[in-house]
Every structure is written in C-alpha cells, then in structure tokens.
Nanobody
Framework: QVQLVESGGGLAQAGGSLRLSCAAS????????MGWFRQAPGKEREFVAA????????SYGDSVKGRFTISGDNAETTVYLQMNSLKPEDTAVYYC????????????????????WGQGTQVTVSS
C-alpha cells in the first residue's frame, strides 16, 4: 500500500512561484511512475506532469510546459512540482498520484491508470 501526502500549496500572486511536495509513506516510489494532476472548481481533473525515476522521462500538460518542473529526490520518496510564472488559471486542487510502471513510459496523462492518490493541496493564484 502506498500512501501519498501532498504539501506546499497556498496562495501566490500571478507571476510568483510555489513548490509542491508529495511524500511516500511506508515505501519508496522506485517501482512507480509519478504524476501530478489538478482540478479546478466545476472542471474535470487534468494532467499536469509525470515522471519516471530514471530521470530520463518526463512529460507535461500543454498549459504548464515551460513553467512547471517535476522532479524527485535521490531517496525516491518525495516528488516535487516546481511551479513558476503562476497564472490565475493555475488555481486548483493539485493531486499527486502513482501508477505501477510498465516497460514503456506511456499513459501518464490517463488518470485512470493511477492507482494511488494523495488527498490534494489547494493552490490559489491571485491576479
């Protein structure tokens, strides 16, 4: 069983930065692909970013490319989402998720593929 705990959300001004963290409870993430998703009020949950622990594979949603960066620590227990140049439309609840890694880094934007989810952390960006 993997338990995910997000932190780091809060209020930021447009153009500012925040860093979200997602910590594993009870084990490392080494056998999982990790993703970040977000859900704004009245909207569907959408893909933000994903990574594989090899460090080679990363992917980003179109709306955050060039502004957000996903990374992990060397112990493979914490995943980060560095969010720069924040916009009011980035306001949402952000969720960390883990899916069992396959031989190919794919389907990372399909939330149905993720087995474990954190509780979410609110990010609010003011204009």
């Amino acid at each position: 069983q993997v338990q995910l705990v997000e932190s780091g959300g809060g209020l930021a001004q447009a153009g500012g930065s925040l860093r979200l963290s997602c910590a594993a409870s009870g084990r490392t993430f080494s056998t999982y692909d990790m993703g970040w998703f977000r859900q704004a009020p009245g909207k569907e949950r959408e893909f933000v970013a994903a990574m594989r622990w090899s460090g080679i594979y990363q992917s980003y949603g179109d709306s955050v490319k060039g502004r957000f960066t996903i990374s992990g620590d060397n112990a493979e227990t914490t995943v980060y989402l560095q969010m720069n140049s924040l916009k009011p439309e980035d306001t949402a609840v952000y969720y960390c998720a883990a899916k069992t890694r396959g031989s190919v880094f794919r389907d990372y934007d399909d939330l149905g593929r993720y087995r474990y989810w954190g509780q979410g952390t609110q990010v609010t960006v003011s204009s």
